[in-house]
């Protein structure tokens, strides 16, 4: 599992057979967050999260079902997760955790059509992360970011002096 990210609520999912990407919710617990300081948005995803498990569950017209003008609209329905992290289960839902390169299958794409894109996880920095940054890259890169003041949020405060 070294240096995989875990899938939260929110993370985005697309069918090999789809055109547009659908976001995942997680409808089978409500008790285990990630990436989330308040614990009220990220659900950690498990490989029980099955059935339809999407916010608007389609992913545009279904390749795999075409009709003489143009395809049927895509119904996503996962009936299985594959590749989870089988050494951490949560309960209830006895569910493993999936990660980004776990995989859903759809009765109408076969196995493993669904993948993930995006986690669902956003990086939030911490103090330590700002201590052990190096300042003069950082100018460079975010010129807007005093490091060595951080109080400062405008690196040029003498332009705004009144």
């Known amino acids: 599992m070294s240096l995989k990210e875990k899938v939260v609520q929110g993370a985005i999912c697309m069918c090999n057979f789809g055109t547009t990407p659908d976001t995942l919710k997680v409808l089978t617990q409500s008790k285990y967050y990630l990436n989330d300081y308040e614990g009220k948005q990220k659900l950690t995803a498990t490989h ?3 059935g339809p498990t999407f916010e608007k569950n389609t992913f545009g017209p279904c390749k ?3 009709t003489p003008g143009g ?3 895509c119904q996503a329905i996962v009936t299985e997760w594959s590749d ?3 050494k951490e289960k949560y309960s209830p ?3 493993y955790i999936l990660l980004e390169d776990s995989k859903a299958t759809c ?4 196995k493993d059509c669904i993948k993930i ?3 669902g996880q956003i990086g939030e920095p911490s103090k330590k992360n700002f201590e052990n940054a190096d300042s003069e890259l950082q100018s460079h890169v975010n010129p807007f970011v005093n490091l060595k003041n951080p109080k400062s949020t405008f690196p040029y405060e003498h332009l705004n002096a009144k």
């Open 48 to 50: 029980k999260d099955i």
């Open 64 to 66: 795999m079902q075409p």
């Open 71 to 73: 395809y049927k609209p």
């Open 84 to 86: 989870y992290y089988e």
């Open 93 to 95: 839902p006895d569910g």
């Open 107 to 110: 009765p109408v794409g076969g």
């Open 117 to 119: 894109i995006k986690t």
